[in-house]
């Protein structure tokens, strides 16, 4: 089953811009976690934010949370060509059994 | 982090036969393991939990019999696609997790084509 939505579900921006890609679930979450994946490939994990906490910054990666409108949303700030993939929100429950129920994802293209 | 191999990455088999997909944790314990489908430009969907040395719970919609999951050690979960169709031509990815670490890890995902 899918948590929710993401939206955009494509963007396309020029190199040096950012880009804010939205999500939103459902349920009550332990925490929310972000990935990317490049056409065809496997997942990578890009970054982790609690339920009880409101934003994370890792490099060019912002994510924020909020519990009570339960969405997040992804900020990458100068954007490369080499940040063209997909991405995708995915919710957890639990702490460690329990898999993670991913929204649809955004397929962002960044224009050199 | 830890790793999570999968294998094949790509198979292409004809309809009829069954295929089988292997999925190792290689540095940890994996008492759970998770395999998702997903379909071009959609994202991944569970189909099923697999439990090492107990029977997989399966999402609903999920055929069990079509797909079969074994965790017979805490280091390898398989799929085994049985009577494949040109339908169930998809990206299979299988995923696992640490106990206490909140990151998943993913295997690289096995490209099915069933011709």
């Known amino acids: 089953s899918q948590q929710g939505e993401e939206d955009p579900q494509a963007l396309s921006i020029q190199e040096g811009e950012n880009a804010t890609m939205n999500c939103s679930y459902k349920t009550s979450i332990n925490n929310l976690q972000w990935y990317r994946q490049n056409s065809g490939r496997g997942l990578v994990h890009l970054i982790l934010i609690r339920s009880n906490e409101r934003e994370k910054h890792s490099g060019r990666l912002r994510v924020t949370l909020d519990t009570s409108k339960k969405s997040s949303s992804l900020l990458i700030t100068a954007s490369r060509a080499a940040d063209t993939a997909s991405y995708f929100c995915a919710t957890d429950r639990g702490s460690g059994n329990t898999p993670l129920v991913f929204g649809k994802g955004t397929r962002l293209s960044v224009i050199a | 982090g830890a790793v999570v191999s999968q294998h094949p990455s790509r198979v292409i088999c004809k309809s009829g036969t069954s295929v089988k997909i292997e999925c190792r944790s290689l540095?940890?314990?994996?008492?759970?393991m998770f395999w998702y489908r997903q379909f071009p430009k959609q994202s991944l969907m569970l189909m099923a939990t697999?439990?090492?040395?107990?029977?997989?719970?399966?999402e609903q919609g999920v055929e069990k019999d079509k797909f079969l999951i074994n965790h017979a050690s805490l280091t390898l979960s398989t799929l085994t696609v049985t009577s494949a169709h040109p339908e169930d031509s998809s990206f299979y990815i299988c995923?696992?997790?640490?106990?206490?670490?909140?990151?998943?890890?993913f295997g690289q995902g096995t490209r099915l084509t069933v011709v």
């Open positions: 697999s439990n090492e040395g107990s029977k997989a719970t399966y």
């Open positions: 995923s696992a997790r640490v106990t206490g670490n909140t990151e998943a890890f």
């Open positions: 540095d940890f314990q994996a008492t759970t």
